[in-house]
C-alpha cells in the first residue's frame, strides 16, 4: 500500500510536534482520546465576580482587587480595540500568512515556530482531535531576530531545504525530514514567550545596535534582495511586499492595556534585561496551560478576544502537592489535570473544591481575567481562542515582585534598583523613593519562599514537561533555596537531568 501522501503542512507540523514534545511519538498525540470527552461545565459552576470596565475606576480596582490580591472578570476592556476587528484566523491569514509563531520549545530549550499558516490549517484539521493541540504562546510577537536562513525565506530568496545550514537537523536522536525546509524555525533566545519570564533573553527586547536582526511584523526587511534571476519570484516578492505594507499595523497596535494595569515597573530594568511579559496566545479546544504559579510574584492580566477558556484558580499558600500532584501515567496538560485532578475537587459535591478555595471560571470572548500573584492557576480553551496577556509589577504587588526577584534573578533586580536610584536622584519624585524605601525595609527580609511551581508550562508543548524530572520547564523562576534560577544554570540542570534519564532508562532496559 502507497503511503499516506506527506505535504509540506503535515512535514511542518509533524517536525514542530517532534520537537516541542520529543517524549510523545507522532502517533500519541491523541492515544487519550480526550477529543471524544467533554470538558464543559455547568454554567452555574462559574461564580466569580465580573466589573464593568467603565464602571470600575482605577482607584476603586486597586482596592477591592489589586490590594486584596482577589481575583476578577473585567468586561468591556477591549472597546475601541483593534483586535475587535483584525483578530481573526481570516486576518491572521491575510497579515500573517508566512510569520512564524512560537508553540513551544524544544529539549534542548531552543523555540519552536510554526507559520500562521500551518498553524490554522492545523488548528481545524488534525488539532481537532490531538488530546493537547499546538498552541501558539508567542512573546515576540513585537520584533524578533531572523537567522539568516529566515530571512532568505521571508524574502523568499532560498527554497532550499539546506539541511546543512539549519543547526536544528544535526540535532541526534530526532526524526526530523532531512528535505523538510523549514517553516517551524527556531531561532535561540530569541523570543521568551514562555509565561513567565521563563526565558529571560528575550527577543522581544534584542539590543537595538541588531538592526538588520530585526523584524517587526508587517514590515518588511529591507535590502534582502530575491534570487538574481528569478523574475517570477521577483514578482512575487513584490506582491507579497505589497501585502506586508498593507498590512502594516501590527499585533501590538491592536490592544491597549487596561487602566488598572498600567503600571510597569519592570520597564525600569530596560529592555535588555526586562523578562518577556506579554504574549500573544492563540489556540485550539483542550490546548492550554498547566497549573503553575506566574512568575517573580508578578500578577496577569488575560483578555480573550475570541472562544472560551475554561479556568481554576486556587488561593495563595496551599500546598503545591494538593492542587499539582503526580499525574501519572499522563502528562502535565492542562487537559490532562482536568480530566485527572479536577474530578477529586469536585467529588463529593465539591468536598476538596471548597475547602481549599477553588475557584472556577468560564471565560467569554471579551473578557479580562485578572489574576492576582501567587495563584496557581490552570487554562484550558473550549474551543478555539484568540487572547493577549500580560504580567505586571505594580506598586502594589511590588513588594512581592521585589523579594522573589531580589532571589531568583539578581542581576535584574540590581538594575531595577540601580534605576529607581537614578530615576530618584532625576527627579525627586516620591514614586521613586517609596519604592526604594520598600526595597531598604525588605533588605532583611529572608528570601520568598514560595512553591516551587513558580513559573509556568505555557504552551501545551511547554507544559508536558517530565513528570518526574523535578527540573522540568515548570520549575521555579522563583526562590528554590539556593539553586541558581538563570536561564543558563536551569538550562544545565535540565540537560543534566535529561542526560541521567536517559542513562537510568538504558541501564534498567539492559
Ligand atoms: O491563556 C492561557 O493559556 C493561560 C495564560 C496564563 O496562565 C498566563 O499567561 O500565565
Ligand atoms: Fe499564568
Redesign the pocket.
Known sequence: MQPPLMTRHHRRIRRAKLRARSELDIFQWNKHDFAEKDFTIPKHYDTLERIDYDKVSREEFIERFEEKNLPVVIRGVMEGWGACKNWNSETFLKKYYSQPFKVGEDDDGNNVYVKMKYFLKYAVNEGLKDDSPL?I?DSGFVKRKLTPVQKRRISGSSSSSSSSSDPKSKRPGKRLNASDSSGDEKTKDQDSSV??FKRPRSGSSSPSGSKKAIRIYGQRDSGTGSRAGSSERDEKNEKSRKREEEHASTLLDDFSVPKYFKDDLFQLAGDRRRPPFR?F?VGGARS??GI?I?PLGTS?W?TLTSGH?RWCLFPPGIPKDIYDPSMKPFDREAVSWFHHVYPRFAANDFELGKKYGMIEVIQKPGETMF?PGGWP?I?M?LDFTI?I?Q?FCSPTNFESVWLNTRHARPKLARKFRSELERLYKKTGRCFYKDLLDKCRSLAYVPMLRMSTDDS?S?SSSSSSSDSDGDLSSTESESDIGEICMCHKCKKKRRKEARRANKEKKSSSSD
Open positions: 498552541y504562546f509565561v513567565g504574549w496566545v492550554g496551560t503553575h506566574d496577569a488575560n477558556k489574576v492557576h487554562v480553551n487572547a496577556t504580567n509556568t505555557s
